[in-house]
């Protein structure tokens, strides 16, 4: 089942009214023409539950205000141009940034599989958190200002197919690993590495490459197979 929706579609709850998109039954394919908002003034609650299905938005997505639940192997793809991903605390499942996107500056949680291949991404001062804990990143040759390898449970995520810059602060958490595919290079030109507490790894036939400007491996976690 796939729904188009040419326009702008808002999700706004007026007085104490509650709204709900409940999408999580029958887990269509949803296409927003343009932005995707939470718009509401009044006291009532504004919720998408966007089940399993792939939502694409072409527009600006901003879930200030309200609330954007979802179900494993859901996806968000953003795939237009000069826009704004607001993510607002919500916690994404795969995201697929193959536009010309902007991160809004604050943490965006990713659950699922993070793909930034096509795309052209701004990162401001933002904090991409990886909390699933079997995933990939694919960079696209982007940067990121921060990144966050946290999953939920002790796991893994891979950089893998292209390769990805961090600016700012690179994070491994205890019991975690960032895994390197071969060919693939992370490069670190940010001040901070942090390590969890020696139990975190970076591992993999990849490159991890540091920087003059770089923090530098440090100490408390495990390079291993790293060139």
Same mark, same amino acid.
């Given at each position: 089942?796939?729904?188009?929706?040419?326009?702008?579609?808002?999700?706004?709850?007026?007085?104490?009214?509650?709204?709900?998109?409940?999408?999580?039954?029958?887990?269509?394919?949803?296409?927003?023409?343009?932005?995707?908002?939470?718009?509401?003034?009044?006291?009532?609650?504004?919720?998408?539950?966007?089940?399993?299905?792939?939502?694409?938005?072409?527009?600006?997505?901003?879930?200030?205000?309200?609330?954007?639940?979802?179900?494993?192997?859901?996806?968000?793809?953003?795939?237009?141009?000069?826009? &704004? $991903? *607001?993510? !607002?605390?919500?916690?994404?499942?795969? /995201?697929?940034? %193959?536009? @010309?996107? #902007?991160?809004?500056? +604050? =943490?965006?949680?990713?659950?699922?599989?993070?793909?930034?291949?096509?795309?052209?991404?701004?990162?401001?001062?933002?904090?991409?958190?990886?909390?699933?804990?079997?995933?990939?990143?694919?960079?696209?040759?982007?940067?990121?200002?921060?990144?966050?390898?946290?999953?939920?449970?002790?796991?893994?995520?891979?950089?893998?197919?292209?390769?990805?810059?961090?600016?700012? &602060? $690179? *994070?491994? !958490?205890?019991?975690?690993?960032?895994? /390197?595919?071969? %060919?693939? @290079?992370? #490069?670190?030109?940010? +001040? =901070?590495?942090?390590?969890?507490?020696?139990?975190?790894?970076?591992?993999?036939?990849?490159?991890?490459?540091?920087?003059?400007?770089?923090?530098?491996?440090?100490?408390?976690?495990?390079?291993?197979?790293?060139?």
């Amino acid at each position: 089942q796939t729904i188009t929706i040419n326009g702008v579609l808002y999700v706004s709850a007026l007085s104490t009214a509650n709204v709900v998109l409940d999408a999580s039954t029958y887990d269509p394919t949803v296409s927003v023409g343009s932005d995707l908002l939470f718009t509401g003034t009044g006291s009532g609650t504004e919720v998408i539950n966007a089940g399993t299905g792939t939502w694409t938005v072409t527009g600006n997505a901003n879930f200030t205000n309200g609330q954007y639940n979802i179900e494993a192997g859901n996806t968000l793809i953003m795939n237009g141009t000069s826009k &704004t $991903l *607001t993510s !607002a605390s919500q916690t994404l499942g795969n /995201l697929t940034l %193959s536009g @010309t996107i #902007t991160l809004a500056n +604050a =943490t965006h949680t990713v659950s699922g599989n993070l793909s930034m291949a096509g795309g052209t991404i701004t990162a401001g001062t933002s904090t991409v958190s990886m909390t699933g804990t079997s995933n990939t990143i694919t960079g696209g040759g982007n940067s990121l200002y921060a990144l966050t390898i946290d999953p939920a449970t002790a796991g893994t995520i891979t950089l893998q197919t292209s390769d990805v810059t961090v600016s700012n &602060t $690179l *994070t491994v !958490a205890a019991g975690d690993t960032l895994s /390197l595919s071969a %060919s693939r @290079t992370l #490069t670190h030109t940010g +001040a =901070t590495l942090t390590w969890g507490d020696g139990t975190s790894t970076i591992s993999g036939s990849g490159t991890l490459r540091f920087t003059d400007a770089s923090g530098g491996p440090g100490t408390g976690g495990v390079l291993s197979a790293v060139t």
